[in-house]
């Protein structure tokens, strides 16, 4: 899977924001699934295009599973999604408690043995290998922004990395 695009086959030189809102469940993720589908010939390279995918799914259901686990199912989760020229970011609001992302994620690939069938952990993992950046904070508004960005050039972003 190649993670390169010329630029030709971008249609749009300006950033297009498209957005999202859904409850808290799991039953959500046909919807969420079905919206981005809508961006399938958008301009996003088709390898790219499916592990985009893939992260969001992922994301999505950390954000239910999760972040979400106390809260009614009638809180939203709001899912944006920004095409650029270059790449696209996916960002996920949810309205959980603060985690810390990034020290979880050294913490896991530090004490994980290779090919660990442990479940806990693997989607961070995987959303890492996904991406160019992923970043999870806290907004002021009292949400947490999980981002995922992904530049269509990037020659370090392939599934055949992910766990």
Not at 36 to 41: A, D, K, L, V
Not at 86 to 113: H, K, S, V, Y
Request: charged share 20%.
């Amino acid at each position: 899977m190649g993670c390169n695009l010329s630029g030709a086959e971008i249609q749009s030189e300006e950033k297009r924001v498209f957005a999202l809102k859904v409850d808290t469940t799991l039953e959500a993720l046909g919807e969420v699934l079905t919206w981005f589908e809508s961006f399938r010939n958008a301009g996003i390279p088709d390898p790219i295009w499916l592990e985009c995918q893939l992260a969001l799914a992922e994301g999505f259901t950390n954000a239910v599973r999760h972040a979400h686990r106390a809260l009614p199912p009638s809180t939203p989760i709001e899912i944006e999604l920004v095409l650029l020229p270059q790449g696209l970011e996916l960002r996920i609001w949810d309205q959980g408690q603060e985690f810390d992302l990034e020290g979880f994620a050294q913490n896991l690939a530090a004490n994980r043995p290779p090919n660990a069938e442990s479940e806990g952990g693997r989607g961070i993992l995987l959303m890492k290998a996904l991406s160019t950046h992923l970043s999870y904070t806290r907004q002021a508004d009292g949400r947490n922004c999980l981002l995922i960005s992904r530049r269509f050039d990037d020659p370090g972003c392939t599934s055949q990395q992910a766990v």
